[in-house]
């Protein structure tokens, strides 16, 4: 295990995860990484640390560089477990470390780990430490990730540490922007952005105006996850920036389950409605689909159709958890409508739209609704309702060109 050389005298010294798979709850089809720094001036200082369980890996890379117990300078930008875990290894050998973290950090460390023996030092924006050449300076970013948050810029290296913000789940063999495809790694920022940082676009807008005030200078972005963003840094930002500000595609994502086809059927006549009015259009059937793939598809496109059966009076399952999934994540900038069937009563897409409303969404009014087999007048309406949701999504999406 070597530690990676990313500026003169700086090291990635964390952890490649080739298998996780459940990152609590979101479905990481590519693994991801526990990134995390040594800084060998005069003080040794380590920036975050790995998640739990992989001390060993992270010590074994730092002890190519020094040892641990030379570690005096500690910053713990963010204390969720997949970087903080190890803290408590770290102090242990650490004994002359101070700890530089934010006042909310401090009090959620103190919930994680006994740390009355450790030196905390509180910090705040603007705050800095000289560790010999470089020095670290500190800006906090209360909820991105947590509110604990916060960077560390190294200005003699123009270098942000940038903890949660511009990472990847990606666990990627070479450590740099400019080794991988770039198609995926844009993909794979979409996907993180979307499953995670959905919810945080106002702040996201709001700290990369801040940022820009500070007037930093950046060459260099290196995330607690994925690659480190050498070669174009501002690509990333301007991915933020266009993300916080609603970007999408002008196209729909149909999210449906279905329980004896009679939605699945319904789902064909509307897509081919979308698609006759020249709109792209995606289908996701949620029960073969990993939750957190639909939620990055429905990211991708202004428009969304949740296609459901009823299921005793209420919208089925599966779309039940993904609609509150995405209540959740609070999205914004999305045009949505549901349909489906139902075999006496119904309900299911009423309870749908419902859900729908209750969240910052324009939804399309009203949904459709058809009962049991879909017959051939069924197949036209839902046609024609495909229609008109592709004209609504292009008559919105027009607001944000
Ligand atoms: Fe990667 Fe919010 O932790």
Known sequence: MKAVKIKENVYWVGVIDWNVRDFHGYVTSRGTTYNNFLITDKKIALLDTVKYGFSDIMFERIRCLTDPEKIEVAVCNHIELDHAGCWDKVMDVAKNATLYITERGKQGLERYFDVTSWDIQVVKTGDSVKIGEKTLMFIETPMLHWPDSMMTYIPEDKLLISQDAFGQHWAQAVLFDDLVPQEVLEDAVIDYYANILMPFGRLIKAKLADIQKLGLEIDMIAPDHGVIWRKNPGKVIE?????????AEEGVVIVYDTMWHSTEKMCRA?????????MYAEVIKLR??????????????RGLLVGTPTLNNVMFPTIAEFLQHL????????????FGSYGWSGGGVKDAMQTLESMNLEVVEPGYEVKSRPKKQDYDAGYEFG????????EYHRKFD
């Open 270 to 278: 509307v897509l081919d409605g979308i698609l006759d009015e020249g």
């Open 327 to 338: 209540r959740g994540l609070r999205p914004e900038s999305r045009i949505a409508s549901a």
């Open 387 to 394: 229609r008109l949701f592709a004209q609504k999504v292009s």
């Open 288 to 301: 073969e689909t990993p939750m957190s793939a639909a939620v990055k598809q429905f990211w991708k496109y």
């Open 239 to 247: 991915m933020y920036q266009d993300m916080a500000n609603g970007r």
